[in-house]
């Protein structure tokens, strides 16, 4: 599935993914990208559902002038809680922040990307919407 999206007169060419940039938010199912951290310390999901969903191999992609520069994916088997959040930390090595299905560490990645020229994607494993 191909998707034009048009926000803040900046166009973006969504496939079979979930976009985020600015104030801009969109579903993938009942899991959504709630907040990018200003100073890119973290992504945080949220499940809007009232029922657990599979969060297992979902992935986060970001894009800089609409190339991957990062990938994190999520472990198989990870259920993600209704109507909860899950963040994904950047650049750390506490092993007391990795607490899944609330809080996974992207350990290559020293921030996550901001501004205007960064997008944030969020997939469904088999890339579907």
């Avoid at 506490?94 to 899944?100: E, R």
Wanted: net charge neutral.
């Amino acid at each position: 599935m191909i998707t034009q999206l048009t926000h803040q007169g900046l166009s973006h060419v969504l496939i079979a993914c979930e976009i985020f940039q600015f104030d801009f938010y969109s579903s993938t199912g009942n899991i959504r990208i709630m907040e990018v951290h200003p100073d890119g310390k973290y992504i945080r999901l949220h499940n809007t559902s009232t029922k657990d969903d599979d969060l297992g191999g979902y992935m986060i992609q970001q894009n800089v002038g609409g190339h991957p520069v990062a990938i994190f994916r999520f472990p198989t088997r990870v259920r993600f809680p209704a109507n909860a959040t899950a963040t994904v930390w950047a650049g750390s090595n506490d092993p007391l922040l990795h607490q899944p299905p609330s809080d996974f560490i992207f350990k290559e990645q020293l921030k996550w990307g901001t501004g205007p020229e960064c997008t944030s994607i969020l997939c469904k494993p088999n890339n579907q919407v």
